[in-house]
Each structure stands twice: as structure tokens, then as C-alpha cells.
């Protein structure tokens, strides 16, 4: 399993980035997908998910109507638009998935993180 992100950068207050998620390894349109910012000193925080269809989407209510998340299963990706950014939005964001696995005669959940992205919001 990989997944792979980029699309971040330095952008001023107001600005737009539109981050990517390349995944592999693994059914991508089986399963649901989300985004995890992580700013120095803090936890990784759920910020938007995405069903396994992309027909429902969740976001934290301090993006809701910032940043819009889509998928698109033919090339096994991930995005995250996101406008409006502000300086609290800085961190570094985390893809995620986590794969139902056939373990022990049974079923375990294994989590998979991306290396990270860095997004940067100053003037």
C-alpha cells in the first residue's frame, strides 16, 4: 500500500492550494478516504472524508465551505481543494485509508498514511 501526496506550498491568506493523493496497492474504490492535518505541537485532526463512491463527504466545521474533497476512482486519487486558506490552516496534511484485512481466521483494520504535504499560509 502507498499513498503519495503533493500539492503544497506557500500561499498568502486568502489564497488556494489543491492537494493530491496518489494511492496503490490496494481496491481504491473500495474504500473511503480522508485528510488529516497536523500543526507543530498537535494531534492529527480529521479535517474532510470521502465515501468509497464519493457520493457523501464529512468536513470539520472550521472548513465547511473552504475546502471541498473529491475523488476519482479511474486514477486511484484523492483531492482536497482548499480556498480561503488562513495562517490556522498551516500544517502538514496526511492521506489516509484503513483497509479491512483478512487476519487469524478473522478480519483486522490496518491504517496507512501518506508521507505528508506541507501547506504553509503567511504573508
Known sequence: ????????GLVQPGGSLRLSCAASGFTFSGYGMSWYPQAPGKDRELVAAISSSGANTNYLGSVKGRFTISRDNAKNTVNLQMNSLKPEDTAVYYCYVRLKVRRGGGYAFDDYW????QVTVSS
Open 1 to 8: 500500500v502507498q499513498l503519495v501526496e503533493s500539492g503544497g
Open 114 to 117: 501518506g508521507q505528508g504535504t
